[in-house]
């Protein structure tokens, strides 16, 4: 589990989607673009829920390491999804290089 810190929120979510979340954050930061993003998380009682996020340029996101927990939400999906948009990203970084 991670803490994603936004703003003056801390958003604990699984350790893959803090990760996958940064790197679409650095993705979109080289590219000079934004995007929504709603991430699973876990809400102060053990609940799971989601947040939505504006990701881009000028926005600090910062991960830091939190307590494992059996609460850790299945994101596959999640995660499969902000990888797939990272990589769209730097695709086109590169393809327009």
């Given at each position: 589990?991670?803490?994603l810190v936004y703003e003056l929120s801390s958003i604990l979510t699984s350790s893959a989607a803090a990760t996958a979340v940064l790197q679409y954050t650095?993705?979109?930061g080289q590219s000079a673009l934004t995007d929504v993003v709603t991430?699973?998380?876990v809400d102060l009682t053990g609940a799971q829920t989601s947040v939505s996020l504006v990701l881009g340029p000028g926005i600090p996101v910062l991960a830091e390491e939190a307590a494992d927990d059996v609460l850790e939400p299945g994101d596959l999906a999640f995660v499969d999804d902000i990888a797939a948009r990272t990589q769209a990203v730097l695709a086109g970084i590169h393809n327009n290089a």
């Open positions: 589990m991670m803490y650095a993705a979109l991430m699973p998380s």
